[in-house]
């Protein structure tokens, strides 16, 4: 989800940008607590290492999971425009990112939706 989309969803386009961006960082941890509901520990200790880009971490989960993910679109779409941008994110770890949300939260559009909806609602009562 874009943040457009997010600032659209959450009602706060007519808010200064110093107010959106930290509604919208709230709303992040929101959603990223709720994905994480039921998750073992060691779950979560393989997503952060992909998140904090432990280059390790990532190769085993793509080799085991996504061995052909230099095939995909994601992954052709990233690297493309990594050589126009050095601090782009690299391909492989957006894949793995990816995927790894994909494989381990089934109900990610469901929970985002849900909690994006409660936290605008909440706006509105501020």
Known sequence: MTQEQLIEQLGIGDRSEAEQEEIITEAQRRIGEAISEGLS?????????????????????????????KETPLYQEAEAGFADDPDHTPGDKIVASAGWVQQNVPNLE????????EYAQELTRL
């Open 41 to 69: 520990e060691q779950q979560l200790t393989e997503y952060q290492a992909i998140i904090d880009a432990d280059q390790a971490v990532i190769d085993a989960w793509l080799e085991q999971n996504m061995p052909d993910y």
């Open 110 to 117: 469901e929970a985002t939706k849900k909690t994006i909806e």
